[in-house]
């Protein structure tokens, strides 16, 4: 967990509240930080809770795209990829856990270099694999308004897409496994970068490298897709049908009011705190590091928060799974 402050130089930028990694820099956990009793009981406690609901949602959402025929839609395929997203990430949150709770990290380099380019992929694939979708809607508006065709988008096309996301992350994530290894703090083995000369430089780096890619571009392209798609549904006008054009355009802005509010709600405060954490040296008082691990929780949430957000709200999706649920059952 990041914590709100820039780290003095060292061999290494630890992990944790103490040191200078995040949840979207490859830090997993405690190192340096005085050990506070109720952060040591709540936050194992709050982060299970998350791996329990997530696990829950996004295998949920996996079994009923795979499972039901007529889920085989172009926009379920990105849900889909976006859920297995999350669904890695909490599967290694437990480690993440026993991390925090052993005060140190006992499971190799290879394992280390592993859960963090996991964690990597669920931060940056996340929102990319939202821009796609974001991509996607704006593109189908703008067929709507104008009466055209769409034949390139097909269920085909949406898996050529999601591979091509899954390698541009990838490329984007590569730094940071390279960096991720093993380091002796205070006589504890800690998962944490080890970057070159000068130190504190590199973290600099790093910081602004996840902010622009893993928020600022991604975030003002969904922003500007959005806003332009309901400017074209508030200023879209045909003759037939139109109490229900009227109901689906409310149901459209609604959707994307809960996408970007959700969103920013659970990655603005993690983003915001890289900006703090560049800009201005905190002491580590127990409400500073309190913060650090709300806004840690809070980036980890979204990934439980998902499967709600894009599948359980869908009609289509309640009846097919409700319909899975009566076969097996049977």
Partial sequence: MEN???????????????????????????????????????????YSFICAVGLTGNTAVIY??????????????????????????????????????????PFGESMCKLIISIDQYNTFSSIYFLTVMSIDRYLVVVATTKSKKMSYRTYRAAKIVSLCVWSFVTVIILPF??????????????????????????????????????????????????????????????????????????????????ILAVC????????????????????????????SYFITSLSYANSCINPFLYAFLDDSFRKNFLKLIDCRTS
């Fill in 4 to 46: 709100l402050s820039l780290p003095e130089p060292s061999s290494s930028c630890v992990a944790g509240p103490g040191g200078c990694a995040a949840r979207g820099d490859g830090g997993l956990n405690t190192s340096t930080p005085p050990l506070i009793p109720s952060f040591y009981i709540t936050v194992p406690v709050i």
């Fill in 64 to 105: 009923v795209i795979l499972k039901a025929p007529k889920m085989k839609t172009v926009t379920n395929i990105f849900i889909l990829n976006l859920a297995v997203a999350d669904e890695l990430f909490t599967l290694v949150l437990p480690i993440n856990i026993a991390d925090y709770l052993l005060l140190q990290w």
């Fill in 177 to 258: 496994t390279i960096f991720a290894k093993i380091h002796k703090e205070q006589g504890r083995s800690q998962c944490v970068f080890v970057f070159p000369h000068p130190e504190s430089v590199w973290w600099k780096g790093s910081r602004i490298y996840t902010l622009i890619l893993g928020f600022a571009i991604p975030v003002s392209t969904i922003c500007i897709l959005y806003t332009t798609m309901l400017y074209r549904l508030r200023h879209m006008h045909l003759h037939s049908n139109a109490k229900a054009l009227d109901k689906a355009k409310k149901k459209v802005t609604l959707m994307v009011v809960v």
């Fill in 264 to 291: 920013l709600f659970c990655w603005t405060p993690y983003h915001l705190s890289t900006v703090v954490a560049l800009t201005t040296d905190i002491p580590q008082t127990p409400l500073v590091i309190g913060i």
